[in-house]
């Protein structure tokens, strides 16, 4: 099992910028690839950045590409996802999760472990 809790999510002017961060606990982070989701209102859950065990790999979605990064703290058992250039589209709930593999993958059904999520707001 792994425990995932995010953080930093908030209110922000667009333009504006966040860090979220995803504490694990439990079972060996350092084994698994962590993805970034997020799901706005009325809408399904959609891919936004994933990093693999190493940090070697990453991969983001073509609406947050250029403007968020995401990292990885093996050491601390954390995953980051630093927001720039924020957009009221961007509004969401963005949920931290654990995917149990080698290689990087944007479908969220494949991810086991997930968080309870953290609410973001871009205001225009």
């Known amino acids: 099992q792994v425990q995932l809790v995010e953080s930093g999510g908030g209110l922000v002017q667009a333009g504006g910028s966040l860090r979220l961060s995803c504490a694990a606990s439990?079972?060996?982070?350092?084994?698994?690839?962590m993805g970034w989701f997020r799901q706005a209102p009325g809408k399904g859950r959609e891919f936004v950045a994933a990093?693999?065990?190493?940090?070697?790999?990453?991969r983001y979605a073509d609406a947050v590409k250029g403007r968020f990064t995401i990292s990885r703290d093996n050491a601390k058992n954390a995953v980051y996802l630093r927001m720039s250039s924020l957009k009221p589209e961007d509004t969401a709930v963005y949920y931290c999760a654990a995917d149990d593999t080698a290689v990087v993958r944007i479908s969220a059904p494949l991810y086991e472990y997930w968080g309870q999520g953290t609410q973001v707001t871009v205001s225009s």
């Open positions: 439990g079972r060996t982070f350092s084994g698994y690839a």
């Open positions: 990093i693999s065990w190493s940090g070697g790999s990453t």
